[in-house]
Every structure is written in C-alpha cells, then in structure tokens.
C-alpha cells in the first residue's frame, strides 16, 4: 500500500469521526440520530456539519489518488499532495469546531488545491 493509499484510508475515516464528536454526550438518542443533530448546537452542530463537508470531498480526492496511481504519475508527487489533503482536513475540522470561519475557509481551499494538484500531476 502506498502512503497515498493509506490517506484515503485515513480520510474515509475522518467524517465517522467528526460523526462521533457530534453525537458524544448526554442526549444523544440512537434511534433518531438525524432528529438529534438538526437541534444540536454549538460545536456538536459544526462537527455535524464538518462530517458532511468531509463525505462531500472525499470521492473527489479519492478518485484523484486512484487515477494519478493508474497514470503511474510519480509516487513521490501523488504522496505528497495526498498527505497535503490529509493535513488540511484535519485542520479544516480543527477550525471548523472552534468556529475559525476563516482559516476553515483557507484550509478548505488548500484540501481542493491538493486535490487539484493531484489531477495536474496525473495529466
């Protein structure tokens, strides 16, 4: 397995994760989750909201990932922007949670500018 493999994996993971910081503590009600995280508030509602931003860009750096290995574009390159992404996500949730509406916006930019990058590598 690559290392750029191995961020996919690792960012599959990251939505379930902003998942558990939004449901985690008294209250939350398993058998009507969607109920629960639509009347969550502060933090707990940006972890939602993260975990949503997260399953939207993942099948796009995904697939960049997939298609710059197919191309045999090179490893080095395809690692490097991949552990750009991986970084930038966990930041942009960092952000994103303690309500820095900003650096969640810059950092959201430089996740695309991976993923993008990673489609230039593979042309």
């Keep these: 397995m690559t290392l750029a493999y191995a961020c ?3 960012a599959a993971f990251i939505p379930y994760v902003c998942a558990g910081i939004a449901k985690w503590g008294p209250g939350f009600d ?3 989750p969607r109920v629960y ?5 502060g933090y707990r509602r940006r972890a939602h909201w993260a975990q949503l931003n997260a399953f939207e860009m993942f099948p796009v ?9 197919q191309v045999e574009a090179p490893q080095r390159a395809i690692d ?3 552990i750009g992404y991986v970084v930038a996500r966990v ?3 960092a952000a994103y949670l ?6 969640r916006s810059l950092v ?14 593979a042309a």
Excluded: P
């Design 98 to 103: 303690k309500d820095l509406a900003t650096l």
């Design 61 to 69: 750096f995904a697939a960049a990932v997939l298609i710059a290995h």
């Design 80 to 82: 490097a922007w991949a």
């Design 91 to 93: 930041l942009y949730v």
């Design 37 to 41: 995280l639509e009347a969550v508030e």
């Design 30 to 32: 398993n058998a009507q």
């Design 8 to 10: 996919v994996l690792i």
């Design 108 to 121: 959201w930019i430089a996740a695309l500018g991976c993923v993008v990058a990673l489609f230039i590598v």
